[in-house]
């Protein structure tokens, strides 16, 4: 699978190349050969081109996104859309990669600001040490040039998020389709009473675990979808359609 578009910046780091390329509409960033990490629209930033991105926002009908933590950055898609589109929600983001980060800020957009703090570092340190408020929603998503980092499904990177998160939030994992399985589920239910899951076309298998259910009906839940789509710009009603509870 090639890259599309051409190259407009490569840099490195101690974990291999950070690249930018761009299409004339759109902009992606990878870190190998093979596979973007991210994309964004030049024009609208706010929207998430990524389907599993855009999947990962169901999480929206469950919470307010007052309080949100993000594990992993990349182009920084989805907090650019949360910073744009929801002027209450303060961001902490850790992501290990300095060199990501500035490749965000420069050719993605990523806001400044007082409501978004990036944190350079592990997830797992971040999660360790750093102090913050509790969360409503965390977002976790930690991919390298190989695919998915061991980290998120470990046990103590679990229970950590389980612990940040305030009663009634919401842990959202970007996984694929091969990790669906009873050892994934079983080391889930060692801390969240709830699983949801979301399939995409690309192959991503998005999870939403919680303490407790969100306690809607499916109309309440469409009808929520339709409201924050709106405030989205894109709907979240065919993902809607495809969350699963699990087991």
């Known amino acids: 699978m090639s890259l599309?578009?051409?190259e407009i910046y490569r840099g490195y780091d101690?974990?291999?190349a950070v690249r930018v390329l761009d299409d004339g509409d759109k902009r992606y960033l990878a870190f190998g050969d093979q596979d973007e990490q991210s994309c964004c629209l030049r024009n609208?930033?706010?929207?998430?081109?990524h389907e599993y991105v855009r999947a990962m926002l169901l999480a929206l009908l469950f919470a307010?996104?007052?309080q949100v933590i993000s594990l992993g950055l990349g182009a920084g898609a989805l907090n650019t859309c949360?910073?744009?589109r929801f002027a209450s929600c303060k961001q902490q983001i850790a992501e290990l990669r300095p060199e990501v980060v500035e490749v965000a800020y420069r050719f993605?957009?990523?806001p400044r600001g007082k409501r978004i703090q990036v944190h350079t570092q592990d997830a797992l340190g971040f999660l360790?040490?750093?102090e913050t408020r509790k969360a409503d929603i965390i977002f976790s998503d930690i991919y390298g040039a190989e695919g998915l980092s061991d980290q998120q499904l470990g046990e103590e990177y679990l229970t950590l998020c389980a612990e940040r998160l305030k009663p009634g939030g919401w842990l959202v994992m970007n996984l694929w389709r091969e990790h669906q399985g009873p050892d994934t589920l079983e080391l889930l239910l060692q801390q969240f009473g709830t699983i949801y899951g979301c399939h995409t076309q690309s192959g991503n298998w998005i999870v939403f675990?919680?303490?407790d259910d969100h306690g809607q009906s499916q109309s309440q839940l469409e009808k929520r979808a339709r409201v924050i789509s709106q405030q989205l710009n894109f709907s979240l009603l065919p993902f809607l359609k495809r969350l699963k509870p699990f087991p």
Do not use: I, S
């Open 4 to 6: 599309p578009g051409h």
């Open 128 to 130: 360790r040490h750093v």
């Open 82 to 84: 949360l910073h744009g």
């Open 14 to 16: 101690e974990f291999g």
């Open 108 to 110: 993605f957009q990523l």
């Open 209 to 211: 675990a919680a303490e």
């Open 44 to 49: 609208e930033p706010l929207m998430p081109e």
């Open 64 to 66: 307010e996104p007052k």
